[in-house]
């Protein structure tokens, strides 16, 4: 059975160009918010179809994006598996694979090794194989042994200090196979929104670690370390600078949501501290309860999922809403955070330019500190806006400004630590905000001619195992469910009537689930099908009435 899925342009020629190579190793480099799961997803489809390679393994970098990516492929009808763990032996036979993060990949690169030979491997957001040392060996040791493997990265990257396995370099730069940036889907209409950067300059007094105090605006020329204090000094909730810019960022996003009701807004926080400072600054100031994020908390996935079905005004992110994170009612960003390498600016960019059909004009707005290395990589962003905006209107490129003195002295990457106990913030007091002057420009185009979806039918997959009971219905997952979600859900109404029926028989849980297994005709859990999940089910139902 064929599907029929829409294609972008961009997609279907990365989609050509990945079908016409032999090759084993394959890197998409494609703008956030362009579609690189759905490229992927129709990959896999037609390397599955082939019959050559019968399993799929997804690697991400958060366990929020398996969940993502697992529904985004039960929708072209392939079926992941979000809760694989070392401990199983094989996958159920009615999944297509597994989605796994890169962290369970440095822990167990054995056990995936095993599971993806001869296999075709996806890996999201590859750069972040290059966040840690280990990772990029527990990936050679992982994968070396797949049939195919499907890079991905929103963004170019280098080798730094230790080349990612299965990516091409040339001068340290990796080279793609296929490469699509922002300004070519701006170009395209109907791909990704134009963003504009907002900035605030202000004036910061702050005392240094070891003692001595300074003051700055932004436009002072200072060494990375200092540039750093002054960055933080403003970011800092008892000052001034952060709730000025808060309340722009606020007035900004009240006035979108007049004609785009659920627009929403994110704050990037430095710190799980930070982000509670900030919700506060929302609540107090602007009466907005704003959903809290944070990488420590085990809620946060759930918070972000509800945030994103909701048409709650603000989010506030510490570490979680990264590469892939699909929240494309996200129309205004305030970057408070301290990291300010240019690869995490594009991720953050990367989350307000994913394009929402139905709503015409749609810009994006994230509000940045004046910090001299956050205007360089805004000014990056807003030139090939500008350019590919005005393409077409019979009008060259915009010229190029000029380089900016201050850059030299605070290019650098960040400092060492400092010792936190005795920094302090004096005061922070936001000066001369900087509204994009291109912002109103009234030559840009609506952005809503001319869909480029293009219609393409993928052949279907091998079909997998598992027939219905007799005298059952066939199962299936709830609507808006992934299989794997239908699974997880079966798991635990599995352990809920186990508990019920050992607390009522005295029995072990562990005499309970064998027994249970072998009426269900079930190896393990972890194994079962979404047949066998519910037989087993039916089965301790059917004990618990009798007990």
């Known amino acids: 059975m064929h599907r029929s899925i829409r294609l972008r342009p961009w997609q279907k020629h990365a989609l050509e160009r990945f079908s016409a190579t032999d090759a084993a190793d394959f890197l998409a480099v494609a703008t956030p ?51 694989w763990s070392p401990s199983h032996a094989a996958l159920p036979t009615d999944m297509h694979g597994i989605v796994t993060t890169y962290q369970q990949v440095a822990a167990h690169p054995a056990a995936l090794a095993r599971l993806a030979r001869g296999r075709f491997v996806v890996l999201d957001e590859v750069h972040h194989a290059g966040d840690d040392r280990a990772w990029g060996e527990s990936l050679r040791h992982a994968f070396s042994g797949a049939a195919r493997r499907l ?23 990796a080279r793609p196979d296929f490469e699509y940036d922002y300004g070519e889907a701006l170009g395209d209409r109907r791909v990704v929104r134009p963003i504009y950067f907002p900035r605030t300059n202000g004036f910061m007094e702050w005392q240094a670690p ?21 960055l933080r000094t403003a970011l800092s909730v008892e000052g001034q600078w952060l709730p000025e810019v808060l309340a722009a960022a606020h007035a900004r996003l009240s006035e979108l949501r007049l004609h785009h009701p659920d627009a929403g807004g994110l704050v990037i926080a430095s710190d799980q501290e930070h982000a509670r400072g900030v919700a506060g600054l929302l609540r107090r100031h602007h009466q907005v309860e704003a959903v809290v994020a944070t990488s420590d908390d085990p809620m946060a996935s759930q918070r972000i999922s509800r945030f994103a079905a909701s048409g709650d005004p603000w989010l506030i992110a510490v570490r979680m809403v990264s590469e892939g994170v699909d929240l494309p009612r996200l129309r205004v960003g305030v970057f408070a955070t301290t990291t300010t390498t240019d690869l995490f600016f594009r991720q953050a960019v990367g989350r307000f330019v ?13 509000y940045i500190p004046d910090d001299p290395r956050l205007r360089r990589a805004a000014t990056e962003v807003a030139q090939r806006r500008r350019h590919n905006l005005r393409r077409g209107d019979g009008r060259e490129g915009v010229e190029q400004p ?24 004096i005061s922070a007091v936001a000066t001369d905000a900087v509204v994009p002057a291109d912002e109103v420009d009234e030559d840009e185009p ?10 393409l039918d993928l052949p279907s997959p091998p079909p997998l195992a598992g027939r219905p009971v007799a005298g059952h219905p066939p199962a299936a997952a709830a609507e808006g469910e992934s299989r794997a979600e239908a699974k997880q859900r079966l ?43 519910e037989r087993r089910l039916r089965c301790g139902q059917q004990w618990s009435q009798r007990t």
């Open 33 to 83: 918010g362009a579609g690189k799961t759905t490229f992927a997803l129709a990959a896999a489809r037609l390397v599955l179809a082939s019959g050559d390679i019968s399993r799929l393994v997804v690697v991400v970098p958060t366990a929020h994006l398996k969940r993502q990516w697992a529904r985004a492929a039960a929708d072209l009808d392939l079926h992941l598996e979000t809760a």
């Open 151 to 173: 890079s991905l990265s929103g963004t170019p990257f280098r080798s730094d200090t230790a080349a990612i396995p299965f990516v091409e370099y040339h001068d340290d730069e």
């Open 210 to 230: 070891d003692g001595t105090a300074h003051a700055a605006t932004f436009d002072d020329p200072l060494a990375t370390a200092r540039a750093n204090q002054r």
């Open 354 to 366: 994913r394009w929402t059909p139905g709503i015409g004009r749609q810009p994006a707005y994230l």
């Open 402 to 425: 000029p380089a900016d003195p201050l850059l030299a002295e605070v290019q650098a990457a960040a400092g060492a630590e400092e010792q936190l106990s005795l920094f302090a913030v």
């Open 446 to 455: 609506l952005l809503v001619d001319d869909d480029p979806a293009l219609v």
């Open 491 to 533: 798991r635990r109404a599995n352990q809920d009537v186990v508990r019920a029926i050992a607390r009522r028989t005295g029995r072990s849980h562990a005499e309970v689930n064998a027994e249970l297994n072998r009426l269900a005709g079930v190896t393990t859990v972890a194994a079962a099908t979404l047949e066998q999940l």
